[in-house]
């Protein structure tokens, strides 16, 4: 149950709403499959497929899951139908069918398709950490996050919640690394960058697997002298946690490293257990790898 991303928010640390009551008002928004009218549906789930409990709980922090169903009806083929059918009206009344008509038929033709679509689900999950303030969802833009948050929004009395800030931003940072050859204590540079200029025409220098160092390492200093600033670069924690890290201050390419994934495959067979260990050590890290890496970007600014 390792995250791929984390788009990261702020929560009051401590936040005060305790894992029964979060789990009580979750209940406002269980996941319900679609109908058949409905093209998508959305909706709480729990997070373990054995047991039933919305908020899955390990020390202290917390796991909810969001499931998405949508029914897969391409407009093309909505629109194809309608074709079809005024084609066969305007054969039998002698003249095209007007817009109304045209409107009225797109919409049994919906009506019709829709429950002879097939579905797709989709799950996000969120993590909570509730005495340091955090709140990450396993999400790779933060349009797809929001869909978790805005569910999240109607479910719950109050959800004083704000996007991740630092007093430097991560741009100007990953600059400063590449300038220095360096990164921060506790952190590696790895083989990936990208690099943008600021003008309209956006022009882009990508590093796909390539060392960042030597003949590379002058080529991006010429490049940030020139106006580009860095957009992704990979890093690496601590050689535990590797991770792509973002403009916008977004994690992506999260990847827990052997020397962590071998903790949980000395736990024990049993697939609850694992859920248990990983999620255990997944939040656990988190809770010491965010902290140095909010340091490396100069603190929180919305502390």
């Known amino acids: 149950m390792w995250f791929k991303n984390l788009q990261l928010y702020r929560l009051p640390a401590p936040w005060n709403l305790a894992f029964p009551d979060l789990a009580e008002q979750l209940g406002r928004g269980i996941f319900h499959p679609c109908g058949n009218l409905e093209a998508a549906s959305r909706g709480w789930t729990p997070p373990r497929a054995t047991a039933d409990d919305l908020v899955h709980v390990a020390g202290g922090q917390c796991l909810i899951t969001l499931m998405t169903e949508s029914r897969l009806l391409p407009a093309m083929v909505i629109q194809q139908e309608t074709l079809l059918r005024a084609e066969k009206i305007a054969a039998e009344q002698g003249y095209p069918p007007g817009r109304k008509t045209l409107r009225d038929l797109k919409e049994q033709v919906r009506d019709e398709l829709l429950p002879r679509a097939f579905t797709c689900r989709r799950k996000t999950s969120v993590w909570i950490d509730r005495e340091h303030g955090w709140l990450g969802v396993d999400a790779a833009s933060l349009v797809k996050a929001e869909e978790a948050l805005e569910h999240l929004r ?109 903790e949980t495959e000395r736990t024990s067979d049993d697939a609850d257990a694992v859920f248990d260990a990983e999620f255990a050590l997944m939040s656990g890290e988190f809770t010491r790898f965010l902290p140095d890496l909010m340091n490396a970007l100069g603190g929180l600014s919305n502390t």
């Open 154 to 262: 109607h479910c719950l009395d109050d959800l004083p919640l704000t996007l991740t800030q630092t007093r430097i931003s991560p741009a100007s940072a990953m600059a400063d690394w590449l300038v220095e050859g360096d990164a921060p204590a506790g952190f590696t540079i790895d083989r990936d960058c990208e690099l943008k200029a600021a003008h309209e025409e956006r022009a882009a220098v990508r590093y796909v697997r390539h060392p960042l160092n030597d003949e590379a390492a002058d080529e991006i200093r010429a490049h940030i002298a020139a106006g580009k600033l860095p957009t992704r670069l990979a890093l690496t924690w601590n050689a535990r946690v590797a991770f792509v890290l973002t403009e916008k201050g977004e994690l992506k390419r999260l990847e827990f490293l052997d020397v962590l994934k071998e």
